[in-house]
């Protein structure tokens, strides 16, 4: 079984009732979550982003933290990094450093022209790489506007 599929079924089974913060349910909490999941990871790979670098795990979990708290955007070396770091056990430099990685690494297969496609705009050219901000800004507000 899955992680999804397990952490699905253990929530489904502890689900009671509403939650706290926005009114709606657990199950629909954890769905909403394995979907936005499933969205980022699709954009990951269409951009050549390879799973198993560190930096992918990272930059999924902060565009995840992103949608939920949109001002963490505003304060990415301060709160967002420190988090993820905080989540994995490991540093807040090496949190960056392995995001910074994973963007070079689908930039340096010349899969960076995908990221104008899948934003509609021309946000960067060939030789021009975003930020670890930009991207991740520009991947969770991608993500907001697509729950409207």
């Known amino acids: 079984m899955s992680l999804a599929a397990t952490l699905s079924v253990n929530n489904e089974e502890n689900c009671t009732g509403l939650c706290a913060?926005?009114?709606e349910s657990q199950r629909q909490k954890v769905g909403n979550q394995a979907n936005?999941?499933?969205?980022?990871?699709?954009?990951?790979?269409?951009?050549?982003?390879p799973a198993n670098i560190k930096g992918y795990k990272f930059l999924r979990e902060a565009v995840r933290l992103c949608v939920d708290s949109?001002?963490?955007?505003n304060s990415i070396t301060n709160k967002l990094y420190p988090m993820i770091a905080e989540k994995f056990d490991t540093g807040h430099m090496k949190v960056e450093r392995a995001i910074r990685h994973a963007i070079e690494v689908c930039w340096n297969k010349g899969r960076g022209h995908q990221i104008n496609e899948i934003f509609k705009v021309k946000a960067f050219c060939e030789k021009d790489r975003p930020t670890n901000g930009e991207f991740i800004a520009f991947v969770s507000d991608k993500m907001l506007l697509e729950a409207c």
Do not use: E
């Open 36 to 49: 936005l999941d499933r969205r980022v990871s699709n954009i990951f790979i269409t951009i050549g982003m």
């Open 70 to 73: 949109p001002a963490l955007i």
């Open 21 to 23: 913060n926005c009114g």
